[in-house]
């Protein structure tokens, strides 16, 4: 982008400081929901070039974010939107629910609700930096053992980097699976956000359980081995019949 003064967002005749117009632009963003918790921001010199200002410039602004707390940087992986809850880290493998049941031996079964080629809705577009125009495979499935519904779970897997993937038979086949073995994929790192919610009237049907009732509810950002996001997942978890344990090590 030109740096001229037809950059969107920055007038350079305003009395406000221009890396304080750019601190309040990107506050923005994150406030409307534009930038979500944990969506990872362009690289300095992108962004500074996208919004037509020096990189002192836009590291004025970022620190102003860094300090508020509403960004963070990550030695290696770049700058960061913080979340709005604590998230105490959780060294545990990566892996997914249906591979953790394999291992250990619980015959589980999957039934899959919708496979749909969608345009992303705009939060899970910035997590999975879909471009315009780009569009996603949203797979719906709920999970059960022995008969009794367990996990209700939202994928949306980037098109872009899995071509044909709507026609896989998900309902046989894993997800994590498919990216690996029929792409050649290689995952490399996930973040994993927990909380607690009431269940909505779908989640509630689908669970068998009242609305209201709390449910834990996981999102997920699975990051290959090269950085770039691949999937996001919104997960429902009936508590009454699956704990989520995490093996600690201090050192």
Do not use: C
């Amino acid at each position: 982008m030109s740096s001229g003064t037809s950059t969107p967002g920055i007038d350079r005749d305003a009395p406000v400081a221009i890396h304080a117009q750019i601190s309040g632009s990107l506050r923005n963003r994150i406030a409307t929901g534009e930038w979500p918790a944990h969506y990872r921001l362009k690289s300095e010199p992108e962004l500074a070039a996208e919004l037509g200002v020096s990189r002192g410039t836009l590291r004025r602004a970022l620190t102003t974010l860094i300090e508020e707390g509403l960004l963070r940087q990550v030695r290696g992986r770049g700058t960061f939107v913080a979340s709005t809850t604590f998230e105490p880290s959780i060294a545990q493998r990566l892996s997914t629910l249906s591979e953790d049941f394999s291992n250990q031996g619980i015959v589980f079964d999957t039934a899959v609700r919708a496979t749909e080629v969608i345009d992303p809705p705009r939060p899970v577009a910035a997590l999975l930096d879909v471009p315009a125009g780009g569009e996603v495979l949203r797979l719906a499935r709920l999970r059960s053992t022995g008969g009794e519904p367990v996990t209700l779970l939202n994928n949306f897997v980037r098109m872009d980097l899995t071509p044909g993937i709507a026609d896989v038979d998900f309902g046989s086949q894993s997800l994590f699976g498919t990216l690996e073995g029929r792409y050649g994929l290689k995952i490399g790192t996930a973040r994993r956000t927990f909380s607690a919610e009431p269940a909505s009237g779908e989640v509630a049907a689908a669970l068998q359980l009242a609305e209201g009732e709390p449910v834990q509810y996981m999102q997920q950002v699975t990051y290959l081995a090269d950085g770039r996001p691949i999937e996001y997942s919104d997960v429902w978890i009936h508590s009454g019949r699956l704990k989520v344990t995490s093996l600690l090590s201090r050192r």
